[in-house]
Structures are given as C-alpha cells and as structure tokens.
DNA sequence: TAGTGGTCTAGACCACGAA
DNA sequence: TCGTGGTCTAGACCACTAA
C-alpha cells in the first residue's frame, strides 16, 4: 500500500501546500479555511481535515473552535541526545578531538552487560580527549557494537559520532544516562590537565534506537569547565 | 461547544469502549476491526477511524494495513519530573524529610531572575534537609513564586512538594535543569553529616507549567549517596 | 478470495465566536 | 447573522495480507 508517490495523495498535497503556506508565519497568523482549502483543492472537507489533522499533531497549526486555524507557537523540545560536538556549538565553542584509543577489542564484563552481549564479544572502543575552545574538557570512552557498524574502523573516524551514526541509520533516539560527582583517577588528571583527585563529573550514556543497544559512552569531565544542562518534559499542557 | 457530556459523543464512546475492551491485553492482540465496530456502534466507518486515531496516536494502538489493529508495545517514556520523594520511592527506599526554613522572603538577585521576577518580590522559602533510610542525601532549597501559590505557607508543608503542587494545577511539567560537580561547603558538609570539601552534586531545577514559572530547587546531594538517573529521548522511530 | 486498513466523496447538523 | 471548526453519515475504490 502507499506505493503511490506521496504527491498523489490528495491529502498530503494539501497538507504541504499549508506547510509550505505558513512556513516562517508568525505564530497566532491565521492559516487558510478548512472550506477554502476545500474548494481551492475540488476536494472533500474530511480530506483537508485529515490533512490539518496531521499539521496540528505535529505542532505546527492550533485549531480553535469557532475562530479558525492558526499557527501554533513553537513547542518546547526536550534537550536532544547529543554528542560532545554538538554540545559545544550549542555553547559557542569550538570542539577539538584528540583519538587515544580506536580498536577492536573483547568486551569487559560492564561492557557487555550495557550493551547487551556476551562478555568477550568484539566491540569497538574509541577514547577521546575532547578540547573545548583548545582546552581539555572531557575524556570519553566510547563502546560500540560491532555487529551493528560492521566497518566502522576501517572508514576513517569521524568528527562526530552521531552525525557517523546517522549516516548509517544509527543515531540515538533513546538514552540512559546516569551522572554523578567524583575525583579524578591520576590517569584522567594527567589527561585532563588537572591534579589528581580534583573533583569531575562522571555521565555514563547507553544509547538505543528502536530496540537496537548502539553504543555506550562513559565521559568524565572537569568540573571546572563543564555543567550538564537539560530540558525536561514536553509542552502537552 | 461540546457542553455535551463526553459520553454522548459517538467517537468518544467508541473510543473508551475499545480502550477499556483492550486494557490489558498483551501487545500484539488484536483489536476488533473498524467494520466490526462499526456494526456494533451502528455508526460511520469514519468515526470509528476518528475514535481508534486517537488509541493509536496515544500510542495504545497500532494499525497494519491489510492485518488490522493490534494492541502496541507500551512506549518507553522519558523520565518523568519528579522531586526526591518519588526519587527515592522509585529506588525502594524511605524518603524522609526535615523541614529546616519555611517562610515568605524577598528574592534575591539570582532567584529573581530564574522565577523571571523582581529583585524584592516575595518568594516562598522552603529549605529541607532529605533523608533516604535514614542517611543524609540531599539539602534542597525550593524557592516558589507566591503570586501563584496564595495561603501555601499556611496549609501546613506537606510531604511531596509536588504532590502539593499537582493538588494546584501547577505540577510542572517542563524543567531546565543545570548539573554540575562541585565540593561541599561547611555548613553543607555539617548538615549532610560529611567532611567538609567534600565532594557533591549539584542540581539546579526551574520547574514550569505553561508559560509559568513555579519554582527554582537548588539541591546539593552526597555524591558517595546518590547518582542521578535519567532517560532522554521518544520512541517515536 | 475475503478481510483489513487507507483514502475519498458530498453532503449534513451542531456549538461557538465575532460582528 | 455568518463563518468557523467539531461531529457524523453512508457509501465508494484501492492496496495489501492471509488463507
């Protein structure tokens, strides 16, 4: 079913057309009539509303009863699951990566649990020393399974992991996270460039899309350089 | 428009009726079929379709073309905002709390700001020091906007600043919220019972409503006690 | 082939908001 | 009063799945 091109359903020609009608709106700008757009279109009113319907669920426009179709104002988002690049563009800096560590090795007993193998299976692990504006902000240990990126060492590392993972239909839509407070090991001080025992932030992540465990992440950052921010919940009021 | 009683629209009937007809079932069974509902309610087909869209945008169900409609796997969900006695309550332990300030203040400069008031403007008070099993976890200073929460102080505190704040229509369910590592100060070490420069947690909470702003928690956890816990992302792939 | 959901029609009446 | 969205009807054809 559906193997027509989404340009002959007659309701997602309409819904895309008010896409693109009321793209850049203001919010509160008024959107076209449910009978206007049935006679622009030679259409029936339950196709425009399925068409509306789906524009509204989305976010996009805001029935009101009795007044008209508007254009809604922009939902809150939930912070998204992002990597340290991402993250520090997000704060205006510029995100440097130094690789320590880029194999294939067996997986420890942590490891495999988090990921959902059995101890010994391969992974991928990949260390970085992570830069903030030239300064050590963070050491990342990635774990990845390697049945999932069959190549992925080979390929060359990426800048970012995720924009890697998406390529590959792999980005994170769902993640465990677990942080906490702690001193640092005299490894990661000398790393991090700071004295040993000095205070971090410690954020294990497992990151999952669909029921696919893709990777597991555990960062230790200078506490002196790194808050977590977040946003929580949704806008379903 | 729709003074009606809920239950004498036809869609909304036939919607309860299908989701208290399939409360319970195992993911994967089916539900009845749009004829057969339709049959059985003895209205359109369209408003059997308007009834199970939205089971199926709920996510309760989920339409195969050319199967049917089935009962879908329950969604993973976001970690809800929650406060600490629901924190704990989910990690099997006794939440216990001691009320150590409770009172109407003038905001401060940095309270101000986070309740988007003015420097002066009253602000309710409210320092407890939380307990789980009996141990020092968590000092936690609440700061709530007393425009939208008139006579709280004299209710009597209760236990669940949330639970108190749900009673009011006013649960947040939006946050921003900033983490970050840090050492304890003496009078936190004193009363969370550690050394002083210890090391902690800290967590910073802006809970809101809407547009409103309810409050501003600053909590300072043992970091030897607790690690937050948190799940990000939809499962909407 | 029979049954399912996906799409679509050409109407209808209702409650509500604004003029 | 007129226009809006909300609800509802009684059909229809299509693409797909499973027997």
Not at 170 to 198: C, F, G, K, M, Q
Request: charged share 25%.
């Amino acid at each position: 079913m559906l193997l027509r091109d989404g340009r002959g359903l007659k309701h997602v020609v309409v819904r895309e057309y008010v896409r693109e009608l009321v793209a850049g709106s203001a919010p509160g700008s008024p959107a076209p009539s449910e009978r206007e757009l049935v006679t622009q279109f030679g259409v029936a009113r339950m196709t425009v509303r399925q068409a509306l319907d789906a524009l509204v669920a989305e976010g996009l426009l805001e029935r009101i009863p009795g007044r008209g179709t508007f254009v809604a104002r922009p939902r809150r988002e939930p912070t998204r699951i992002t990597g340290f690049t991402e993250e520090m563009s997000r704060r205006g800096l510029l995100a440097e990566s130094q690789t320590l560590v880029a194999r294939r090795e067996q997986a420890g007993p942590g490891v495999a649990r988090a990921l959902n193998l059995t101890e010994g299976d391969a992974v991928i692990h990949w260390r970085r020393l992570r830069r903030g504006d030239a300064v050590p902000v963070c050491l990342e240990d990635n774990y990845l399974n390697e049945i999932l990126l069959p190549g992925f060492l080979q390929s060359g590392m990426p800048t970012s992991l995720y924009d890697a993972l998406s390529a590959r239909g792999l980005r994170p839509t769902w993640a465990e996270d677990s942080i906490s407070a702690d001193v640092a090991t005299a490894e990661e001080a000398d790393l991090l460039e700071i004295e040993p025992a000095t205070v971090v932030l410690r954020h294990s992540r497992r990151g999952m899309v669909g029921d696919k465990i893709v990777n597991v992440s555990r960062s230790v950052y200078r506490a002196d350089r790194f808050t977590l921010w977040l946003q929580l919940g949704d806008d379903a009021d």
